[in-house]
């Protein structure tokens, strides 16, 4: 049985892994697929150092385009989902509480795409793929200052900044799945 695995990441790449070259056919049958996609903060919590600003992914119109992602994800035909999480318990108590209708699904990106695509797509299990905790972000700057690249960062951060914002402005006037597509395309194009 073919392996594949769906992994949401928020702000990754999206692309499958490739069979190393020279392999045989039978270590490619071994080898999983993996399709990472990175997304956007659907309920941005506004913890991130740069936050895209989004509208109401509960919106009706909204709705019918996530509807259409998950459609579009469903071709892919994963064997497992892991999503950004880092409790694989309290997601087993979520994933379980919406199987049996106890849970209304929130704006949160893991509710919308990854739970409600592990159910449709009929899992047992949704899998949490994450470490909580504050990234060192003062020691970047600490270190940059130390080295003489602080200007090197500060263009870093301006461009990612930039990015960010171009990401909601794209989004205002597009559908989720165009969205996605252009935050993991190499090639932004309007």
């Known amino acids: 049985m073919r392996s594949t695995i769906l992994s949401l990441v928020a702000m990754t790449a999206m692309g499958a892994l490739a069979p190393a070259q020279g392999a045989s056919s039978k270590e490619e049958a071994k080898r999983a697929e993996v399709l990472v996609l990175g997304v956007y903060h659907m309920a941005n919590p506004g913890h991130d150092i740069f936050n895209m600003q989004a509208d109401d992914v509960l919106a009706p119109k909204r709705q019918q385009e996530i509807a259409e992602l998950a459609a579009v994800l469903e071709k892919f035909k ?3 989902i892991a999503v950004e ?8 108590e979520r994933y379980a509480k919406y199987l049996a ?11 919308q795409i990854g739970i409600r ?3 449709d797509l009929g899992h ?10 504050d990234f060192p972000f003062q020691r970047v700057i600490n270190y940059a200052k130390a080295t003489g690249q602080s200007a ?16 909601g402005e794209y989004l205002k006037n597009h ?3 165009q969205t996605l597509l252009y935050m993991n395309s190499d090639a ?3």
Do not use: F, R, W
């Open 175 to 177: 559908t989720v799945l």
């Open 117 to 119: 695509l592990a159910k």
């Open 124 to 133: 047992a299990a949704i899998y949490a793929v994450d470490a909580d905790g």
């Open 101 to 111: 209708g106890q849970y209304l699904l929130t704006a949160n990106e893991i509710d």
């Open 188 to 190: 932004k194009v309007a």
């Open 152 to 167: 090197k960062l500060e263009a870093m951060m301006g461009d990612i900044g930039e990015m960010v914002k171009a990401q």
């Open 78 to 80: 994963p064997t497992k």
């Open 85 to 92: 999480h880092d409790s694989q318990g309290k997601l087993n």
